[in-house]
């Protein structure tokens, strides 16, 4: 869905009206630092992106979608359309099966696997991507994975053959600058729907992707609060728990749809 969302044209896209209210927003994230993310909307082409990421960080204040948007209804004074409105669903938790996300996932079919494997690598780029600019090279390679994953689901003709994909060709600079832990998962991600389609032996089999995706979410969550908040460390602990139980509630609510 994010992928998605960020190749919208500027023109195209209503904003929330986010920066006519920065003191409020601010006080609402007073947890936070803003030292790398604009309140939107502004002249830079990673606006989209921008609102995004501060209306998932706003959905971890409240406890349900409703609660958020009679907040934004009341103090933002935004009227918000259909597309808005699913963002904000999408931000939060769905409800789901009261068992742990490791069983879960081997529960899952391997078409769920993928789509869910996909929409946490995008939440977890949300959180942390070192590559912050429009377009990311680790966005774009997510976005790439699924587009490699559908078509390898496509049948072919019986004379037709697939044309093989060079998986290297899309990896990024970052690749070969030692990225974060929690980035590789996207590069295992992408060579694993490049052999799919390639028929190629895989490295490793979806369920343990999955769950490696749900991990690097997590690594990304303790990145974000280590170099934009400005807690305590005891504060930045109870901070993180929180997230991590908001996040993996995230997680199994993907996997229950």
Same mark, same amino acid.
């Given at each position: ?39 939107? !909307? ?19 204040? &409240? ?29 939060? !938790? ?60 496509? !049948? ?18 970052? &690749?070969?600058?030692? !990225? ?12 694993? *729907? ?56 995230? *997680? ?6």
């Amino acid at each position: 869905m994010i992928y998605s969302l960020l190749r919208i044209p500027l023109n195209e896209w209503q904003f929330f009206g986010f920066s006519q209210h920065k003191q409020l927003i601010r006080e609402r994230l007073n947890w936070m630092s803003f030292d790398y993310l604009s309140i939107p !909307p502004h002249k830079h082409v990673w606006a989209i992106r921008d609102e995004i990421c501060l209306l998932l960080l706003l959905s971890t204040n &409240y406890s349900t979608k409703d609660e958020l948007i009679k907040w934004i209804r009341t103090h933002i004074n935004a009227k918000l359309n259909t597309r808005q409105l699913a963002l904000i669903e999408w931000a939060f !938790p769905l409800k789901h099966k009261n068992e742990s996300l490791e069983k879960l996932i081997q529960q899952a079919t391997e078409q769920q696997l993928f789509y869910f494997t996909f929409e946490v690598l995008e939440r977890l780029l949300l959180w942390d991507d070192p590559e912050y600019s429009w377009f990311s090279s680790y966005f774009s390679l997510v976005g790439k994975s699924r587009e490699i994953y559908e078509n390898s689901l496509k !049948p072919i003709g019986i004379n037709e053959q697939k044309e093989k994909i060079d998986a290297s060709q899309h990896f990024g600079k970052y &690749y070969y600058l030692n !990225p974060p832990i929690e980035m590789f998962i996207v590069y295992r991600v992408y060579e694993h *729907c490049t052999k799919l389609h390639n028929n190629e032996p895989l490295t490793f089999d979806i369920k343990t992707l999955s769950l490696q995706a749900y991990h690097g979410l997590l690594r990304a969550v303790v990145y974000f609060l280590k170099y934009h908040t400005r807690l305590s460390e005891r504060a930045l602990e109870q901070k993180y728990l929180s997230l991590q139980s908001l996040e993996t509630q995230w *997680c199994k609510g993907r996997l229950s749809q």
